[in-house]
């Protein structure tokens, strides 16, 4: 009798046994790979998110160091005026921070630096003309930035009026 079972194959009950097992690993690996694109896409817009700021903080920093002169508009933009004639204007837009910078011998350039329109763009002028500040706040903590930079940094500085000495140091 023992012969003639096992020559039956699987049952009907251990054949959906399976099937379930089977299911239910498919399920939990197809959660885990969703789960991980997700997880991937917003890792992505927050590294585009970072560069998006890193780009803004190096030109921003870039075009104070280099203007002789910074002003907080009441548009809620900023304008800064080079020795050479050339004016850089950042504004707010819907969704965007935009660059427009124009010299006298050249045509205008447009940069844009996109954000989420929840973001509250501040300048602080409380330390001109000497400094210029932007604060950049999110909904979430992660999501602040505060660029600080030196105007006139990188223009050429007149000659002091102390005296040179060879004995830098040297005690009297």
Known sequence: ??????SRGVTLLETLVLFILLNTLMLITV???TQSLRFSSAMQDRYDQHQTWMRLSRDLRR??????????????????TAPGGERVVYSRHPGHL?????ASSASAR??????EDELQVQWNGDQLPRWIEINLQGPRRADNL????????LLPRPPSNRPATDDIGAGP
Do not use: K
């Open 63 to 80: 075009d104070v160091h280099r203007g002789s002169e910074v002003e907080v508009l009441e548009s809620g933009g900023l304008a800064i």
């Open 98 to 102: 935009r660059r427009e910078s124009s």
């Open 146 to 153: 505060r660029v600080r930079a030196a105007v006139g940094r």
């Open 31 to 33: 959660g885990w790979i």
């Open 110 to 115: 447009h940069e844009s630096y996109p954000f």
């Open 1 to 6: 009798m023992s012969s003639r079972y096992a």
